[in-house]
Nanobody, 125 residues
Framework: QVQVVESGGGLVKVGESLTLSCAASGRNVNSYHLGWFRQSPGKEREFVGGVKWNGKGTSYADSVSGRFAASRDTEKNTVILRMNHLKTEDTAIYYC??????????????????WGQGTEVTVSS
């Protein structure tokens, strides 16, 4: 069993930055990929970015590539999502999730077994 807890959401303006944190705990948590997803009203949940179990590989959705950066502290089992140059379309509930490290594709929500409660990000114009 793995638990993930997000923090850091809030209200910012277009062009500003925000950092989200995810604290993971539980059995063998350091063998899990940690990823970020988001969901806005009326839309499906989508992959944002993630870090592999060993902290040595990242992937991002095209919509955030170059603006968002994910990093992982493997000792503390935390993953940070640094969001820069925020746009109104980044407004959503952001979820942290954990997927077993044997999965190759870290973009598929179906591969993630454990999910946090989410943290809300609102970007105003």
């Amino acid at each position: 069993q793995v638990q993930v807890v997000e923090s850091g959401g809030g209200l910012v303006k277009v062009g500003e930055s925000l950092t989200l944190s995810c604290a993971a705990s539980g059995r063998n948590v350091n063998s899990y990929h940690l990823g970020w997803f988001r969901q806005s009203p009326g839309k499906e949940r989508e992959f944002v970015g993630g870090v592999k179990w060993n902290g040595k590989g990242t992937s991002y959705a095209d919509s955030v590539s170059g603006r968002f950066a994910a990093s992982r502290d493997t000792e503390k089992n935390t993953v940070i999502l640094r969001m820069n140059h925020l746009k109104t379309e980044d407004t959503a509930i952001y979820y942290c999730a954990a997927a077993p490290g044997y999965y190759v594709d870290t973009r598929r929500a179906e591969n993630y077994q454990y999910w946090g409660q989410g943290t809300e990000v609102t970007v105003s114009s």
